[in-house]
T-cell receptor, first 114, second 116 residues
């Protein structure tokens, strides 16, 4: 079936540095999402993105976070600067429409901030 | 905002037996309900989506029940087999007339272990 690819699967970064998490969504999908899962906790919505714009974001989507999808390439989550509490697994997802359609998830990128 | 509580966090079930996972949500405007399965090292696999008008849905090896009165969504694994060992998540979203949000609120997950 359709796959969302996330690269890399694990990234270790020094606190204060910038990190970019890459997501290759399903090719014809129009809506893109990032979710954050701290170890042992539930997955939480960060942001959704459509037509080049952030449509909705949660309080977890701090000012240090940004998303973009330049020229239909990777959908990226950038954190600058990183903090220790940013350590988590970040899941990218995409869907054809905004609701009433299946949301496809990637396998996640484990980010460790040291 | 919406809150979703999922129980139990861990579940051991003998092969061939059944098991139930229950999610309780708070927002009466919740309209779409989902169950996802996550195997180690894999992404989330959609098992079933349930809409407001549907109360019972049967899949391959499981049944989903939606009880809107009690704001509960349950997943019943019937005749469990080793391939069912995974983490299961429920997720809930509102009906959004603007059609712009696919935002899901997840439960905490249930680690299911099927014992042969």
């Amino acid at each position: 079936g359709p796959k969302v690819l996330q690269i890399p699967s694990h990234q270790i970064i020094d606190m204060g540095q910038m990190v970019t998490l890459n997501c290759d969504p399903v090719s014809n999908h129009l809506y893109f999402y990032w979710y954050k899962q701290i170890l042992g906790q539930q997955m939480e919505f960060l942001v959704n993105f459509y037509n080049g714009k952030v449509m909705e974001k949660s309080k977890l989507f701090k000012d240090q976070f940004s998303v973009e999808r330049p020229d239909g390439s990777y959908f990226t989550l950038k954190i600058q600067p990183t903090a220790l509490e940013d350590s988590a697994v970040y899941f990218c997802a995409s869907s054809l429409w905004g609701q009433n359609t299946e949301v496809f998830f990637g396998k996640g990128t484990r980010l460790t901030v040291v | 905002g919406e809150q979703v509580e999922q129980r139990p966090p861990h579940l051991s079930v003998r092969e061939g037996d059944s098991a139930v996972i229950i999610c309780t949500y708070t927002d009466p405007n919740s309209y779409y309900f989902f169950w996802y399965k996550q195997e180690p090292g894999a992404g989330l696999q959609l098992l079933m989506k349930v809409f407001s008008s549907t109360e019972i849905n049967e899949g391959q090896g499981f049944t989903v029940l939606l009880n809107k009165k009690d704001k509960q969504l349950s997943l019943n694994l019937t005749a469990a087999h080793p391939g069912d060992s995974a983490v299961y998540f429920c997720a809930v979203t509102e009906m959004n007339t603007g059609g712009l949000s696919g935002k899901l609120t997840f439960g905490e997950g249930t680690q299911v272990t099927v014992i042969s």
